[in-house]
């Protein structure tokens, strides 16, 4: 069974300062993998998603994250975070035909003004 | 964002109420998934639907009940829930098959058994 692990549970910063969430994942074959984000009290959104391509994927709110597969990994960046960034960010991965997708147990992230 | 909707949005039941969530995606899609999300744990997958047909059942009591009576419709009967089934329950659709298959969310429902 595929497993998505993120290391970060929660992460405090001040504004401006430059954000990295880990994200790993054990699966063997080709990933789907997702960065989904939940802002206080509003649903889960997608933030960005890589399935091919360039490893480098740029999503929206200035968020990006850099697949590395011979580190399974998919970690979450940003060189500048805002208040508003404040939300719990979430990984995911799929590795079968089905949609089926495996969750991370989510990372807090607090940004102080 | 409207894409998908849940009702009710908060829910509190005595463990012998009986109770339906109710999902609705306008996204044209054809796969529809109840998810729940308890404190400090992963999102845990409890049923898909593809094409209106139950395709995973993830060992989920059989106090929960799901019915899917459309690609746009999903409920999620409850019966004799525990407290430990207070939760937030996503539902969440997909166009299934695709190359580039994306989940869309819900809100979700609140639940609270007391």
């Known amino acids: 069974a595929q497993s998505v692990s993120q290391h970060n549970h929660h992460v405090i910063l001040s504004e401006a300062a430059s954000l990295e969430l880990g994200c790993n994942y054990s699966y063997g074959g080709t990933v789907n993998l997702f960065w989904y984000v939940q802002y206080p009290g509003q649903h889960l959104q997608l933030l960005l998603k890589?399935?091919?391509?360039?490893?480098l994927v740029k999503g929206i709110k200035g968020f990006e994250a850099e697949f590395i597969k011979s580190k399974f990994s998919f970690n979450l960046r940003k060189p500048s975070v805002q208040w508003s960034d404040t939300a719990e960010y979430f990984c995911?991965?799929?590795?079968?035909?089905?949609?089926?997708?495996?969750f991370g147990r989510g990372t807090q992230l607090t940004v102080w003004p | 964002e409207t894409g998908v909707t849940q009702t009710p949005r908060h829910l509190v039941m005595g463990m012998t109420n009986k109770k339906s969530l109710k999902c609705e995606q306008h996204?044209?899609?054809?796969?529809m998934y109840w998810y729940k999300q308890s404190a400090k744990k992963p999102l845990e997958l409890m049923f898909v639907y593809s094409l209106e047909e139950r395709v995973e059942n993830n060992s989920v009591p059989s106090r929960f009940s799901p019915e899917c009576p459309n690609s746009s419709h999903l409920f999620l009967h409850l019966h004799t829930l525990q407290p430990e089934d207070s939760a937030l329950y996503l539902c969440?659709?997909?166009?299934?098959?695709?190359?580039?298959?994306?989940?869309?969310f819900g809100p979700g429902t609140r639940l609270l058994v007391l």
């Open positions: 995911a991965v799929r590795g079968s035909t089905l949609g089926r997708l495996y």
């Open positions: 890589y399935f091919s391509g360039d490893p």
């Open positions: 969440a659709s997909s166009q299934d098959g695709g190359t580039q298959e994306t989940q869309y």
């Open positions: 996204l044209g899609h054809n796969a």
